[in-house]
């Protein structure tokens, strides 16, 4: 496709239920980073990407977060026994080359809801 | 960290104003990127300028990455503007650190 695709667009979980996350990026672009951004807020770094390797991984919030990419192009973001405090937008984005020196494309995001 | 701040938080124009949208960062950077999140929640890439100006139809942005802001120029706004408005910097293997963002709205 033409830009990053993320499925669902929404999804409503409940507490201590399990979800996984879907990122389509660009085809061909090596970094991929997954953010979170919860409402009225700025995005926050989560993990980072470069092909199938995941070099950070330092915004994870906790151990019940989970990535992968595993063939270095789709990749899905694990939440583990959610939490409310989870309930945010979850945002994939994608790069042609590494994240310093090429833009960020974002995708639409997946709205998570835990009740 | 890096701390990256956004000036003014909120901001009310009459349709054909122009604005001025202020981006401060503490550290030095390797690129910064301004975004507009339109009202879906859709972050759209406007520039990726790690110094100087640049130009694209009634929208600008200057870096002075030496002295560590970034300015976002909207002239002649339209209703089509409104959205929240992010500057974002690129840092330490590629990451963006986005500020808290601006909130535009656009009145007719």
């Known amino acids: 496709g033409a830009g990053v695709s993320q499925s669902p667009r929404y999804k409503v979980a409940k507490r201590g239920q399990d979800v996984a996350l879907r990122c389509d990026p660009i085809s061909g672009h090596v970094s991929l980073f997954w953010y979170q951004q919860a409402l009225g807020q700025g995005p926050e770094f989560l993990t980072y990407?470069?092909?199938?390797?995941?070099?950070?991984k330092s915004g994870l919030p906790s151990d019940r977060f989970f990535a992968e990419r595993p063939e270095g192009s789709v990749s899905t973001l694990k939440i583990q026994r959610t939490q409310q405090e989870d309930s945010a937008v979850y945002l994939c984005a994608s790069s042609l080359e590494r994240g310093e020196h090429s833009p960020l494309h974002f995708g639409n995001g997946t709205r998570l809801t835990v009740t | 960290g890096i701390q990256v701040e956004q000036s003014p938080p909120d901001l009310i124009l009459q349709e054909g104003a122009n604005s001025t949208l202020r981006c401060n960062f503490s550290?030095?950077?390797?690129?910064l990127q301004w975004f507009h999140q339109n009202p879906w929640g859709q972050l759209i890439n406007l520039f990726y300028i790690p110094s100087g100006t640049k130009q694209n139809g009634r929208l600008s942005a200057t870096t002075v990455a030496t002295e560590r802001y970034s300015l976002l120029y909207i002239s002649s706004s339209q209703t089509t503007d409104s959205g929240v408005y992010f500057c974002a910097v690129v840092y330490q293997g590629g990451k963006l650190i986005f500020g808290q963002g601006t909130e535009l709205s656009v009145k007719p």
């Open positions: 990407f470069q092909n199938e390797a995941q070099l950070d």
């Open positions: 550290d030095s950077v390797n690129n």
